[in-house]
Nanobody, 125 residues
Framework: VQLQASGGGLVQAGGSLRLSCAASGRTFSGYTMGWFRQDPGNEREFVAAIFRDGGNTYYKDSVKGRFTISRDVAKKTVYLQMNMLKPEDTAIYYC???????????????????WGQGTQVTVSS
């Protein structure tokens, strides 16, 4: 599986961006899809995930109500709609796929088998 993330950019606080992550190589039906982010000096942190059942989504507390994760199985693409962006959302955002994550581990980066290359999101104040 190869993942290609896109959609990052520079936006003012309060603005919106939509990240996309297109998968190639195989369908990811039955896999958990996630988004993580990392800024310099900090560890990669969980942002959002859509569980392999396709119906349940999970978020980092600080993005709840602002970010929405979704996926299009036919297009093999997962999205992260980010609204009301804040300067503290500035980071490189990575998409990831997991064949083995369970509910208790889907927030853990080591649960994910495949990673995209990252896309930079910069939110100015």
């Amino acid at each position: 599986v190869q993942l290609q993330a896109s959609g990052g950019g520079l936006v003012q606080a309060g603005g919106s961006l939509r990240l996309s992550c297109a998968a190639s190589g195989r369908t990811f039906s039955g896999y958990t899809m996630g988004w993580f982010r990392q800024d310099p000096g900090n560890e990669r942190e969980f942002v959002a995930a859509i569980f392999r059942d396709g119906g349940n989504t999970y978020y980092k507390d600080s993005v709840k109500g602002r970010f929405t994760i979704s996926r299009d199985v036919a297009k093999k693409t997962v999205y992260l709609q980010m609204n009301m962006l804040k300067p503290e959302d500035t980071a490189i955002y990575y998409c990831a796929v997991s064949s083995r994550a369970i509910l208790s581990t889907l927030r853990v980066s080591s649960s994910y088998n495949y990673w995209g290359q990252g896309t930079q999101v910069t939110v100015s104040s």
